[in-house]
């Protein structure tokens, strides 16, 4: 079994695996505790076991892993091998190839890698379905009671639309158009509530030299878009749409989508495009932080990502939601959350689950929320305060949540969502491609996906 895999993973992996950022690789293991939980599936100690944790640091940092590892062996017994770093997919990469797999891999979906993916569409991922009713280790919970309602039941999290889950909701962000508050306070310009408006401080900004919109990676789009979506069309034109129906990208809905983006690309800061990459997208950022640019859609790990960088005179974190097609219509903010899963080749697949269960302890939530990584867990907003509560109170101030992606399907050769549909947004602000080309482009793999849907 493990041949087979290492013979499959050797495919996935000639993709070039391109990853953010660059940061050495943390590796150690934690000190054996004496005390066992009583969990799911297991009952016997688990002092003699060693689990393999992969997990990518961001800019919540890899100190907040060791802690909740550590807290694992003192509540389980079973060690945990750590390894974190911001290029995960190169690290981890040349092993996977020969057959040596992590337990637990920490790594979304929608980076430039695709890793995740490949494992998605190579069947490669273990089914976790059984997590959900595991007793949470250390508590009377199960996994299942704690989860927020809806995060595991997202092509994110069931990507066969099987009714089994494979990847665990993890770290959520209510993604939106991130600006600064304190430029908008001293022009005297509103928050955009409808396109039309925000087409209007466009045109008053750029009076100013200021450009209206500008974004890290063609990635972030992915939330951008699917909010979108939701906004054009509803929750109806969305599962249609992620999921290739034939000729819904020829409806009203689809290009109400097509001609905002094309006509946002005309609002974009143009220095936009030549640093929108995983080496220097805080630049882009940076255009914000320095009334360069008004928006730019974002998550919440924004903030700390960007905590050192300089910024204008008066600087304040703003969020919206994305403005309404119409006036009086639904706004929505996407929920964006990353993944942990178990790759099917994996070796010790039952501790492995222990501690994915162990992840929504209120000890591990903690732990997490200290570094500013929410996990989607019942309840836990009411504890936060500053930027956070502001962020995660969205959905407080009329905002809809939008959740869920495009479905999977089969691996096709050159063929990505985000190959597809967000990476042209580069060269519609360069000016290099048409809103009809890009459509074209989007109308002819649609076909492909929906004719290879897993």
Not at 142 to 149: H, T, Y
Not at 268 to 290: C, E, G, K, R
Not at 362 to 384: H, M, N, R, W, Y
């Amino acid at each position: 079994m493990k041949k087979l895999l290492a013979l499959a993973m050797a495919a996935c992996m000639a993709l070039s695996l391109a990853a953010c950022g660059g940061a050495g690789t943390t590796s150690a293991s934690t000190a054996s505790g004496s005390s066992t939980a009583e969990n799911a599936g297991s009952e016997a100690t688990a002092e003699d076991v060693t689990i393999k944790v992969a997990a990518i640091e961001t800019a919540y940092g890899s100190e907040m892993w060791q802690k909740v590892a550590d807290a694992f062996t003192e509540q389980t017994g079973i060690k945990v091998e750590l390894t974190t770093d911001k290029n995960l997919e190169d690290v981890i990469g040349p092993s996977m190839q020969g057959g040596d797999y992590p337990d637990v891999i920490h790594l979304a979906t929608g980076r430039e890698a695709a890793l995740t993916e490949q494992f998605i569409k190579g069947n490669l991922i273990a089914d976790i379905t059984d997590v959900l009713d595991m007793t949470v280790p250390g508590e009377t919970a199960k996994v299942s009671d704690k989860i927020a309602g809806g995060f595991t039941d997202t092509s994110l999290t069931n990507p066969y639309n099987d009714g089994k889950t494979y990847l665990a909701p993890m770290f959520y962000s209510p993604c939106g158009l991130f600006y600064n508050a304190g430029l908008l306070e001293e022009k005297g310009w509103e928050v955009p509530t409808t396109w039309d408006e925000m087409w209007e401080l466009g045109d008053k900004a750029k009076a100013e030299g200021i450009w209206l919109f500008t974004y890290p990676t063609t990635g972030y789009f992915d939330a951008f878009f699917y909010a979108l979506m939701y906004s054009a069309g509803g929750p109806e034109f969305f599962e249609k749409a992620t999921h290739y129906e034939e000729g819904i990208w020829d409806t009203p809905e689809a290009q109400t989508c097509f001609d905002i983006v094309a006509k946002l690309a005309t609002y974009t800061n143009p220095i936009t495009p030549a640093q929108a990459n995983d080496q220097d997208f805080t630049q882009n950022q940076q255009l914000v932080l320095d009334n360069k640019a008004i928006f730019m859609p974002n998550g919440t790990w924004i903030v700390g990502e960007m905590a050192e960088a300089p910024r204008a005179d008066g600087f304040q974190w703003g969020m919206t939601a994305l403005p309404a097609v119409t006036e009086g219509g639904d706004r929505y903010s996407y929920t964006w959350f990353e993944q942990c899963w178990i790759p099917s080749g994996a070796e010790n697949q039952d501790a492995a689950k222990q501690f994915i269960a162990y992840l929504y302890s209120d000890t591990a939530c903690k732990i997490f929320a200290e570094s500013g990584a929410i996990q989607p867990v019942l309840g836990i907003a009411d504890d936060l305060e500053g930027d956070n509560k502001l962020f995660y109170s969205i959905y407080d101030n009329g905002a809809k949540a939008a959740m869920g992606n495009f479905a999977a399907f089969e691996a096709i050769p050159g063929v990505e969502v985000r190959t597809v549909f967000f990476d042209p947004v580069n060269s519609l602000v360069e000016g290099t491609e048409t809103e009809e080309q890009w459509i074209e482009g989007i109308k002819s793999a649609n076909d492909q996906m929906r004719a290879n849907l897993k």
